[in-house]
């Protein structure tokens, strides 16, 4: 059935996975500058060394004055079509599935969930859900001037994530589980473990969660909140 994939799905979706690449790419940029030609195109990270990327994507902006995101695609400045391409595969899915958020050329702030007011955090979550579609984990938001937000997806070998290394893992559990953004617990973290290729399974209000180096067991209260995590880490290199 089409429509019972939901934007909130989505968003639990791409959670775990987007966090633990955003840590990787806040590692491996540091200290930076950016630098876009939407022209060119070409995107650039410059730090202790330049980083051009392989592939960008701009998904939209979010505007402060009309509090609204506006999708690349639609977009009356008219940018080429390889940079807008993967915000027009988002409205096409938008469009089967009837996401409106996806769908729609704009998409005001009290819409999305938690009625973000501030620019940054409406373009994270439209990000997030673009994640979950196309299967581009990096992204960065910049500002575009005038307190506006520009958000991409970014390309790079460099910005794939290593292999599931136990006290990372761990790390994002935590810190994803915990906030009160996801609105199902358990397919975030069903989903995650299945893109990092963990072991997980679910019985009453626990999951045990199993890959190298790692065995940990994760608690739900009656709300489906995270309750705690309990985990024995060891390298998983066995060493």
């Known amino acids: 059935m089409h429509n019972s994939l939901t934007f909130a799905n989505l968003l639990d979706d791409a959670a775990l996975l987007s966090l633990e690449h955003q840590i990787h790419l806040e590692e491996v940029l540091a200290e930076h500058s950016w630098h876009v030609d939407l022209q060119q195109p070409r995107f650039d990270f410059t730090g202790t060394r330049t980083i051009t990327c392989t592939a960008f994507h701009l998904l939209g902006s979010a505007a402060p004055g009309p ?13 080429a079509e390889p940079v807008v391409a993967a915000s027009a595969r988002l409205r096409d899915f938008g469009v089967q599935y009837g996401i409106q958020e996806l769908a729609s050329a704009e998409v005001p702030f009290s819409a999305l ?28 938001n910049g500002d575009a001037g005038g307190g506006t937000r520009a958000a991409f997806l970014v390309e790079h070998p460099d910005f794939r994530l290593p292999a599931p290394e136990p006290t990372r893992v761990m790390r994002v559990l935590q810190q994803a589980l915990i906030g009160p953004q996801l609105a199902d617990r358990r397919r975030a973290l069903h989903s995650y473990a299945v893109k990092r290729g963990l072991g997980v399974d679910f019985a009453g209000d626990q999951a045990r969660l199993a890959g ?24 998983p290199h066995g060493g």
């Open 67 to 79: 509090a609204t995101w506006l999708w690349a695609w639609a977009n009356p400045s008219g940018f």
């Open 113 to 140: 969930p938690g009625s973000p007011e501030e620019p940054h955090l409406a373009a994270g979550i439209l990000t997030e859900a673009a994640k979950a579609v196309t299967g581009l984990w990096s992204s960065y």
């Open 212 to 235: 190298p180096g790692l065995e940990a067991v994760v608690e739900f209260d009656g709300y489906g909140r995270l309750a705690g995590i309990k985990a024995s880490l060891s390298s």
